[in-house]
């Protein structure tokens, strides 16, 4: 299994960016993917999750309605994209995959510990 994440950058406040995260290794069909994020100094905290398995989405309180979650099945990929960034929003972002003997579900809360393979990360920077 292998993820690999890209499309961080610098932005503005208020200002969009995509983040993409390549898959390979595994049917989405049968998993979920998520967004972490990590702040200097803070813990990872999930941003955004997507199953295929059961059609759940989930969003952090902190980025509903400003930021969106997509799939692409016929090219391994999963985005996410971003409005309105805030410098809150700065951060490693990272892709993940559940593990494969977790329940492949975006329902309820969503723990780093369920996620099994992960990407390398791309810096976010909203500058104020």
């Known amino acids: 299994v292998q993820l690999q994440a890209s499309g961080g950058g610098l932005v503005e406040t208020g200002g969009s960016l995509r983040l993409s995260c390549a898959f390979s290794g595994f049917s989405f069909d049968f998993y979920a993917l998520a967004w972490f994020r990590q702040a200097p100094g803070k813990e990872r905290e999930p941003v955004s999750c997507?199953?295929?398995?059961?059609?759940?989405?989930y969003y952090a309180d902190s980025v509903k309605g400003r930021f969106t979650i997509s799939s692409d099945n016929a090219k391994n990929m999963v985005y996410l994209q971003m409005a309105d960034l805030k410098p809150g929003d700065t951060a490693v972002y990272y892709c993940?995959?559940?593990?494969?003997?977790?329940?492949?579900?975006?329902?309820?809360?969503?723990?780093?510990?369920?996620?099994?393979?992960w990407g390398q990360g791309t810096l976010v920077t909203v500058s104020s």
């Open positions: 997507i199953s295929k398995s059961d059609g759940s989405i």
């Open positions: 993940a995959s559940y593990k494969p003997d977790r329940v492949p579900t975006c329902v309820g809360n969503i723990y780093a510990s369920d996620f099994g393979f």
